[in-house]
T-cell receptor, first 111, second 113 residues
């Protein structure tokens, strides 16, 4: 399967702490993307990192990519209660824009 | 901003009924996708389409069909709904000429009784 796998499945932290989620995948990729999903809603694209990039930042988000280990991590700094959501990694190979999603990490940030 | 609109947020249908889930996008995207999402299983691709009247099976196409008569509209059809098709259905679109970023609708939660 080309599906990515997030780790941990669930993460519970206090406001102000950093949250780190990991993603592993199996095949070569064109890029890797992270999405967020609030409960009962659609997914929203957060950040994308290309296969030739190692690190990328966007606001409080930091994504790293290690293609030799086929893994990525998403760091959310100074978490807020509003960051409570599920986070998914998705990999893009070459098939007409198709993405392969992991099962997600459920992040809970307590006030 | 890209907008992907799914026609119904919540549906309740009976076993054996024919169900139509409609999805419309307003950004002239070539690619459109239908996923289903179940607890513990993540997102699984049912069908996708990369052009009008074109369709490709995803990972779990059994029990489903799709229609893409116009570029902006991608319909998912359950010919004879079954209880194991109770799920959240997510439509998405993307442009193949960019990075493949997906734009999702809000989802349609289908319950089959």
């Amino acid at each position: 399967s080309q599906q990515g796998e997030e780790d941990p499945q669930a993460l519970s932290i206090q406001e102000g702490e950093n949250a780190t989620m990991n993603c592993s995948y199996k095949t070569s990729i064109n890029n890797l993307q992270w999405y967020r999903q609030n409960s009962g809603r659609g997914l929203v694209h957060l950040i994308l990192i290309r296969s030739n990039e190692r690190e990328k930042h966007s606001g409080r988000l930091r994504v790293t990519l290690d293609t030799s280990k086929k893994s990525s991590s998403l760091l959310i700094t100074a978490s807020r209660a509003a960051d409570t959501a599920s986070y998914f990694c998705a990999t893009r190979g070459s098939t007409l824009g198709r993405l392969y999603f992991g099962r997600g990490t459920q992040l809970t940030v307590w006030p | 901003d890209v907008k992907v609109t799914q026609s119904s947020r919540y549906l309740v249908k009976r076993t054996g009924e024919k169900v139509f889930l409609e999805c419309v996008q307003d950004m002239d995207h070539e690619n459109m996708f239908w996923y289903r999402q179940d607890p513990g299983l993540g997102l699984r691709l049912i069908y996708f389409s990369y052009d009008v009247k074109m369709k490709e099976k995803g990972d779990i196409p059994e029990g489903y069909s799709v229609s893409r008569e116009k570029k902006e509209r991608f319909s998912l059809i359950l010919e004879s709904a079954s209880t194991n098709q109770t799920s959240m259905y997510l439509c998405a679109s993307s442009s193949p000429f960019r990075t493949g970023e997906l734009f999702f609708g809000e989802g349609s939660r289908l319950t089959v009784l």
